[in-house]
């Protein structure tokens, strides 16, 4: 049995990045993630996850998890059964990411401090380093090397995968725009509803409680999320974006691509 969930109202309640009105949208199992196409189902758990959608900017998300703590996070959806369901986690996704931070900026790299933001054990940054940026650092909460929020300014914060596990999304981009040097240049994924999402509804693949998928951006929810802290944002495609105020000389040459 997993620590309770959060009451399900049917009133709406307010969008967590534009304030619309958010009405219930769709239903799932807690047990259901995003590698059910890839590794075996998990037995259902019995623990219905409610996700709202916003009428104006289409965000959605779950609030089923707003009363968690980090701890129970940590117990409940980072635990040892993770790997399982993100398979990826530890080794093919942080070391492609280094692969595209290199390909994009490894022109300038010994004058560019990059900060990976929700980087779990770290391995995007070591394997930066390890290719000539200097110290990039991590910041992970789920982490407990990597938990403690840095005071230093950075050109680049990369952010995979990690503003859909953000049950404040709001304050998670706060908190990125805080470690950004005045000209710097957030480079991040995560992947924006399909255009048939109204069909799809919560079995869409990317919907997924277990691993942790609580706020699920349609392309005006992430323009709006960050035009609130005065950035713009550019997307390569439905997955990779980038956030500046006003795009960095080192970036310049990204503004073909997207
Ligand atoms: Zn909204």
Partial sequence: MITKLKDVSTTPLPCKICGGEAALFGVVDFAKHCSEARVRRLPLSGMPVYYRRCLSCEFLFTDAFDDWSEATFKAEIYNDGYIEVDPDYRQVRPTGNARLVHSLFGA???????????????????TLRSSGFPEPRTFDPFVADFARPLEEK???VT?????????????????????MKETGLVLFSTLVQPPDFEMLGVNWWYVGPRNGHVSIFSRAALVRAWRSHGYQT?????????????????????????
């Avoid at 300038?108 to 054990?121: C, P, Q």
């Avoid at 952010?159 to 470690?179: K, R």
């Avoid at 550019?234 to 960095?248: G, K, Q, V």
């Fill in 154 to 156: 950075f050109d680049i």
């Fill in 108 to 126: 300038n790299k010994t004058e560019l401090r990059v900060l990976d933001y929700g980087g779990g054990d770290g391995l995007l940054s070591e």
């Fill in 234 to 258: 550019a997307s390569f495609d439905d997955n990779l974006h980038m956030a500046f105020r006003s795009l960095p000389e080192f970036a310049r040459h990204l503004l073909d691509q997207a």
């Fill in 159 to 179: 952010c995979f995968e990690t503003l859909e596990h953000m049950p404040d999304p709001t304050a998670g981009i706060a908190a990125i725009v805080a470690s």
